[in-house]
């Protein structure tokens, strides 16, 4: 089973605050995202890579910057937090993209004050 | 862009009863179409794809797909309390990038 670990579980900021959520993948996978997850609106797709250096705009990408530093690890940036920002936010990756698993972390619920 | 729609919102069955899962698409070109399960306070973990139309069963759960009718399904036969979880259906097409784009989910109660 893949090994997606995110870091830290929970989080908690001020309005304005600066926050980074690391997640590291153990698989060699292609593909890491970044998604956020909101009852009522399932899953949403902040920003995903394909390697190393590569960043892809996802569908919910405003307020938020990631980087992928290496094969094994993606990074997601909140540089002015905002309450709109709480959430619950799930790592992934893949292989392939849509036509492979997705395996994905245990989350980091992020609270904004 | 992809919108994909989930129902019902929620669904309480008993035990050993056969459940219906429903998930509608709107880029005809999709290719790619799967079921995540995630139990509370977990993460979301697959369950099954299919890739083509028609019909896939894995044990208790099948899939549906028809793609002429945007829509595919998840069907739990004989479902347990074990099964009770919020199902998340995905599908990809090219002009998302081939990534997965997610229904807002359904959250099933199975009832001793």
């Known amino acids: 089973e893949a090994a997606v670990t995110q870091s830290p579980r929970n989080k908690v900021t001020v309005t304005g605050g600066n926050v980074t959520l690391s997640c590291r993948q153990t698989?060699?996978?292609?593909?890491m995202y970044w998604y956020r997850q909101d009852t009522g609106h399932g899953l949403r797709l902040i920003h995903y890579s394909y390697g190393a250096g590569n960043l892809q705009i996802g569908d919910v990408p405003d307020g938020y910057k990631a980087t992928r530093t290496t094969q094994e690890d993606f990074f997601l940036l909140l540089e002015l937090a905002s309450p709109s920002q709480t959430s619950l936010y799930f790592c992934a990756s893949s292989d392939l993209g849509g036509s492979e698993t997705l395996y994905f972390g245990s989350g980091t619920r992020l609270t904004v004050l | 862009q992809q919108n994909v729609q989930q129902s019902p919102e929620s669904l309480i069955v008993p035990e050993g009863a056969r459940t219906s899962l429903n998930c509608t698409f709107s880029d005809s070109a999709s290719q790619y179409f799967w079921w995540y399960r995630q139990h509370s306070g977990k993460a979301p973990k697959a369950l099954m794809s299919i890739f083509s139309n028609g019909e896939k069963e894995e044990g208790r759960f099948t899939i549906h797909l028809n793609k002429a009718s945007l829509h595919f399904s998840l069907h739990i036969r004989d479902s347990q309390p074990s099964d009770s979880a919020l199902y998340l259906c995905?599908?990809?097409?090219?002009?998302?990038?081939?990534?997965?784009?997610f229904g807002s989910g359904t959250q099933l109660t199975v009832m001793p």
């Open positions: 698989n060699s996978h292609n593909y």
């Open positions: 995905a599908a990809a097409a090219s002009s998302g990038s081939w990534q997965l784009i």
